[in-house]
């Protein structure tokens, strides 16, 4: 359509047939019209997708980009000439799909999930009230119940939200801890000096949350780590002294549920135990919150009740030995007063999808604006009114259902196996990296709770390749450049379709004892189509880029410009 179709639309007529193409009808008859505009959004999406782990930005040089313009046009465009755009829009992203892609933590969504959030989200139910929402807020109380008797909660007293991601989970928890801390703080304002202690490898939202919440980010206290990443408890309790010790009010303490880096989880029921202690120690009248950020570990409660001895899902021994260490851990995640879970991350959902569930449903009667005691009711969905106490007023009750039934269509022992799978291919690659690679290339945290795998990279004939002194700061950051230098050259520079491959970095794979950051390149897959043989091409493309860039290394030209970032 054009600028004078758009005046026609004054025709009734033509009114019609255009709100028909764009419209569900009250009988829901042209769902059809919405079938087939998928089927072309997909067929343009995938046609032109390229062979390798990035969505292409060549090949359509005859044709002006959409890209960067920002003109709503007057007229309407036609859907079919709006979605023929995607492929502009989609230059340059990731391709979740694709097997040589090993980036981050990024599922693939499931079907069934997508299917749900459109069929659900054609009727707008707003999870703000069960008024409007109905029956899919049900969707929330029963996934709520689902998390909480997978860390072994009492679902009858838990309850759990669903929220825009980690990031909020976590500003969810600090938030509750200040409302125990200082329960008129809503009205009053926070005091100065209320704290929260966490650990080195921590999220970075966690320090965000203490600047949005008006904490501050010099009272977000980090605690040091160990080599694996899991907290020093000494040292968190050392910190968690300090606080008590100045007089301050202690809020939260965030104890790590799986890291971004390595997966470490940290024991909880030591972290409890150390709380309880300083209550009565310093005689405090509240009682600090424990939260477990669990965002990307969560997933992997689904283990908790499987049988490592049985192993029916045929688990190679490092992977049954992995599972089993993580599960020690993660059962005492029961003692956090509250965990959060990212389904877009290991619950293989689309983004936005994540939940934070309390030990005690109460919990979330403290955070509610309208200063009312009631205590929220989790376990009547007639009178569930959630949007008393969440942050969000309009919530999609729509990926609340998608969530739930995309979770029920794995099944705990779907999960298992997307699991397992992926902590399978990882090990492979280990096996790819000591047979070819190294020791120019070495997988450096052989404790891994996870399917990472962190790559720290030497200059050829290196001395540091054979057996790195991570006690050696200077040798540290040198290696620390040179792994940098690798990476961004890797994605700078512009390979053919068959050598590409993608991947991150980490800033810190781990800390060493003088608290300097490790860098590596980071392999992470959560692809189901992810095997042995990509394990072995990806490793293969990747000492095939690194030869490369060793002719040029120190003269390669990216590693010039970096020198001012650093
Ligand atoms: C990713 C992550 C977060 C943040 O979650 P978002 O869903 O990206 O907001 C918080 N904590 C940990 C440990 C994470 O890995």
């Known amino acids: 359509m054009t600028t004078e179709s758009a005046e026609s639309t004054e025709d009734p007529d033509h009114f019609r047939h255009w709100r028909n193409g764009l419209f569900l009808r009250p009988d829901g008859g042209n769902a059809d019209a919405l079938v087939e505009l998928i089927r072309r959004a997909l067929a343009e999406a995938l046609s032109h997708q390229g062979a390798g782990p990035v969505y ?157 919440l008006g904490i501050g980010t010099q009272n977000y206290v ?88 049985r192993n029916s899902l045929g688990f190679s021994p490092p ?7 993580l599960v ?21 959902a689309p983004y936005t999808s994540s939940m934070i569930v309390m030990r005690d449903g109460r919990d979330f009667s403290r955070l509610r604006r309208d200063g009312g005691l009631m205590t929220p009711l989790f376990h009547d969905k007639d009178a569930y009114n959630p949007g008393v106490f969440t942050l969000e007023t309009s919530r999609s009750a729509a990926n609340m259902v998608a969530t739930w039934v995309g979770m029920r269509a794995l099944g705990k022992q779907g999960m298992r196996r997307l699991l397992g799978h992926a902590l399978e291919t990882a090990e492979a690659l280990r096996r790819h990296i000591d047979a070819q690679v190294a020791p120019d290339v070495t997988a450096i945290n052989r404790h891994s709770y996870g399917p990472d795998v962190f ?15 991570f006690g050696d700061t200077s040798s540290v950051r040198r290696m620390n450049r040179y792994t940098s230098d690798l990476f961004t050259w890797l994605s700078r520079h512009h390979a053919p379709d068959a050598e590409q491959f ?4 980490t800033s810190a794979a781990f800390y060493t004892p003088t ?23 990806l490793i293969v493309r990747l000492l095939k880029g690194k030869r490369r860039f060793d002719a040029m290394y120190p003269d390669a030209p990216d590693s010039n410009m970096n020198e001012e970032a650093r």
Request: with cysteine.
């Open 515 to 537: 608290g300097e950051p490790v860098v590596a390149l980071r392999v992470y897959s959560l692809n189901p189509y992810f095997s042995d043989s990509h394990a072995e091409e």
């Open 319 to 325: 992977v049954v030995a992995k599972i089993a260490r």
């Open 455 to 469: 790559l720290r990279c030497y200059p050829p004939d290196d001395p540091a390749a054979s057996d790195e002194d």
């Open 56 to 212: 292409p930005r060549r090949g359509h040089a005859d044709e002006r980009s959409p890209v960067g313009e920002g003109h709503l046009p007057e007229g309407p465009v036609a859907p079919e000439t709006a979605l023929g755009q995607l492929r502009w829009w989609l230059a340059g992203a990731v391709k979740v799909h694709h097997p040589l892609f090993a980036k981050n933590i990024v599922p693939p969504p499931s079907f069934v999930n997508l299917a749900a959030l459109c069929a659900v989200s054609l009727f707008m139910p707003n999870g703000v009230t069960g008024e409007d929402a109905g029956d899919t807020l049900s969707a929330e109380l029963s996934c709520a119940r689902a998390m909480a008797r997978l860390a072994g909660y009492d679902p009858d007293r838990a309850g759990g939200l669903f929220t825009f991601g980690g990031t909020a989970t976590n500003l969810y928890a600090i938030n509750v801890g200040i409302s125990k801390a200082q329960p008129d703080h809503a009205e009053r304002g926070i005091e100065p000096g209320i704290s929260v202690v966490g650990s080195w490898p921590a999220h970075y939202s966690h320090k965000s949350a203490c600047a949005w």
């Open 502 to 505: 993608a991947v991150s970095k």
């Open 222 to 309: 980090a605690a040091a780590s160990l080599p694996d990443q899991t907290t020093d408890l000494d040292s968190m309790e050392a910190a968690c002294r300090d606080v008590l010790a100045r007089g301050h009010r202690l809020a939260c303490i965030m104890g790590a549920g799986g890291t971004t880096s390595n997966m470490a989880v940290d024991d909880f029921t030591e972290i409890a135990a150390m709380r309880d202690r300083l209550t009565a120690e310093y005689r405090l009248d509240y009682t600090p919150h424990v939260h477990a950020d669990t965002v990307i570990g969560w997933a992997y409660l689904c283990f908790l009740d499987y049988d490592l001895r």
């Open 328 to 348: 020690e851990r993660l059962r005492t995640v029961r003692h956090a007063d509250s965990f959060g879970t990212d389904f877009h991350k290991t619950g293989f």
